[in-house]
Nanobody, 127 residues
């Protein structure tokens, strides 16, 4: 049974930084990828960033390019999302997700290719 547990969310002010963590248990990943999505009242599940488990290649959505950085720690079976220059529009519930297979880049932008999801962590950015 794979479990993903996010942590690190909270209430911050515009311009602040925050780092989210996602710890995976129940499986050792040697391929596939882990990603971050978020949910807002306007968007059910918006892709943000993904990192391939093997090789560490990363892909980002344009909306957060240059502000957010995804990274992984293979020894800890964990993935992180470093968020800087936060804006009120970044307010959302942030989810990590894990895909067990290797796919072409564009597949990872879609939630349908992920096998496991965390419960989400709330990030609120005040203006």
């Amino acid at each position: 049974q794979v479990q993903l547990v996010e942590s690190g969310g909270g209430l911050v002010q515009a311009g602040d930084s925050l780092t989210l963590s996602c710890a995976a248990s129940g499986r050792t990943f040697d391929k596939g990828a882990m990603a971050w999505f978020r949910r807002t009242p306007e968007k059910e599940r918006e892709f943000l960033a993904v990192i391939r488990w093997s090789g560490g290649v990363t892909y980002y959505a344009d909306v957060i390019m240059g502000r957010f950085t995804i990274s992984r720690d293979k020894a800890k079976n964990a993935v992180y999302l470093q968020m800087t220059s936060l804006k009120p529009e970044d307010t959302a519930v942030y989810y990590c997700a894990a895909a067990k297979e290797d796919y072409m880049r564009n597949f990872y932008y879609s939630r349908r290719y992920y096998d496991w999801w965390g419960q989400g962590t709330q990030v609120t950015v005040s203006s």
